[in-house]
C-alpha cells in the first residue's frame, strides 16, 4: 500500500480508469471527521465513515455495482455507487461530500480507496467501471 493514509504520508490513489493520479488522507479532528481528497489543485472532502459505510453496503449488494462517478450538479444514475452516496437512505442521510459544489465524485475518488484497503475489488476500464465487496 503507498502511504499511511495520514496528511503528511497521504494515499497515492488513480481513478478506475488509471488515468488521474490524486491523493486522500483521513482529517480525524475535521468537524467532522473527513476524507480529504486531493485532485490537482481542487480539495475535497467526504465524511471519513465513508469507508466502512461504502464497503458495507457493497457487501449488502453481493454483486458487482456500477460506478456512476458524477459531478455534485449532474444526476447520479440509479444503482451506482454515486448514486447511493447521495442518497437519504444512506447511513449520513444525504451527500457523503462535505463541500458544497464539490458534494459529486464519490463514485470515482472512493472506489479506489476501498480497493487499496482491501475492502473492495474494482474494474479497470476506459469507462463504466464497477465495484464490489472482497469476501471477506
Not at 45 to 73: C, F, M
Amino acid at each position: 500500500m503507498s502511504g499511511s493514509g495520514t496528511a503528511e504520508d497521504p494515499w497515492q490513489l488513480k481513478t478506475p480508469p488509471g488515468t488521474s493520479s490524486y491523493t486522500m488522507h483521513r482529517d480525524e479532528q475535521g468537524d467532522p471527521p473527513a476524507l480529504v481528497c486531493v485532485v490537482g489543485s481542487t480539495t475535497l472532502k467526504y465524511h471519513l465513515s465513508a469507508i466502512e459505510d461504502l464497503a458495507a453496503w457493497l457487501r449488502e449488494q453481493g454483486d458487482w455495482v456500477p460506478l456512476g462517478a458524477a459531478d455534485e450538479q449532474k444526476p447520479a444514475a440509479d444503482g451506482t455507487v454515486e448514486a447511493w452516496g447521495r442518497s437519504e437512505a444512506n447511513p449520513v442521510g444525504g451527500w457523503y461530500g462535505l463541500r458544497k459544489g464539490y458534494r459529486g465524485r464519490f463514485g470515482m475518488y472512493l472506489p479506489p480507496l476501498l480497493e487499496e484497503l482491501g475492502l473492495a475489488e474494482l474494474t479497470h476500464d476506459a469507462r463504466n467501471n464497477r465495484m464490489r465487496a472482497v469476501d471477506a
